[in-house]
């Protein structure tokens, strides 16, 4: 039996994940992993397409990637088929450097852009090479933590944190500090069904979420107007109260946004913010 045709169409955003032949280590040193980055953002001009993050492990990579009309297939090739001939010239060897087929994960909702990030650059943190996401130079918070443009799309991103640069820049930094606990790996779509769904379980020692919610005081009509997802000024206080104390018992950005129809981002930036009657409304 053939392959599935991938899901791809203009304008698609894609976590793509490749690794080595045989998991092998095809990045063994700082050069390789140069080479490998320059591939990746000096094609994105030429190929049409924007790159939102990105890492680069010892026997794989992650990246975020927006298509246009060409497609991710001939993409990858371009890429790939550029480094292994590198590859296989500077080590003097010859056959597959990558393995047979990379994994292209279709992002359907722009809101767990911000999560995904995270979880991307967070790869080197949970294999143990580094403490934090700062301290590992292979991936792209860099050009996050720094503000830097280039051929590097930050502003989608950014701007969904604040309209203000600088602020934007210090609620990233916190949000890279957050274990993600997602495993974006293991998913078929982002934001849309999973292949091996896993039904959630409510832990007996956290209070419900709509409980959490009620507690603000919030009145009924309130209450209701803040499960449909309204973005009226007035319920801000009570969504800001309700986030932080449900982020305080490990309820995750995702369980939070969901209950109350927000988006991660935004419950990121009611986690940062001060409870007040004149808050930006959410």
């Not at 990558?98 to 995270?118: M, N, Q, S």
């Not at 309700?242 to 981002?265: H, M, P, R, W």
């Amino acid at each position: 039996m053939g392959r599935r045709p991938r899901l791809e169409y203009e304008g698609a955003v894609y976590h793509v994940i490749q690794k080595g032949n045989n998991k092998e280590n095809i990045f063994e040193d700082d050069i390789h992993k140069e080479i490998i980055i320059n591939n990746v953002l000096n094609y994105v001009k030429p190929m049409k397409y924007s790159i939102y993050g990105y890492v680069i492990m010892s026997n794989h990579y992650h990246l975020i990637i927006q298509t246009t009309d060409i497609p991710l297939q001939k993409i990858m090739h371009r890429i790939n088929n550029n480094y292994s001939k590198y590859y296989n010239r500077k080590m003097n060897r010859t056959g597959h450097v990558f393995g047979d087929r990379y994994k292209a994960i279709p992002v359907l909702d722009e809101t767990y852009l911000l999560t995904l990030i995270r979880y991307v650059h967070q790869n080197p943190v949970r294999a143990k090479i580094c403490r934090t996401v700062k301290e590992y130079g292979w991936n792209s918070d860099f050009f996050y933590r720094n503000n830097v443009k280039g051929n590097l799309n930050i502003d989608f991103v950014l701007n969904m944190l604040s309209e203000d640069r600088e602020k934007a820049v210090t609620l990233y930094e916190g949000f890279m500090s957050t274990y993600e606990q997602e495993n974006y790996d293991e998913k078929t779509t982002i934001g849309g069904a999973l292949q091996n769904p896993v039904p959630e379980v409510c832990s007996p020692e956290r209070e419900e979420l709509d409980d959490i919610l009620r507690q603000t005081e919030v009145n009924m009509e309130y209450f209701r107007l803040i499960k449909a997802g309204s973005r009226r000024r007035e319920l801000t206080p009570y969504k800001t109260k309700y986030v932080q104390k449900a982020f305080k018992l490990n309820y995750t950005l995702k369980e939070i946004g969901d209950n109350v129809n927000i988006s991660d981002a935004a419950v990121f930036r009611l986690i940062n913010s001060k409870i007040n009657e004149n808050s930006i409304s959410y």
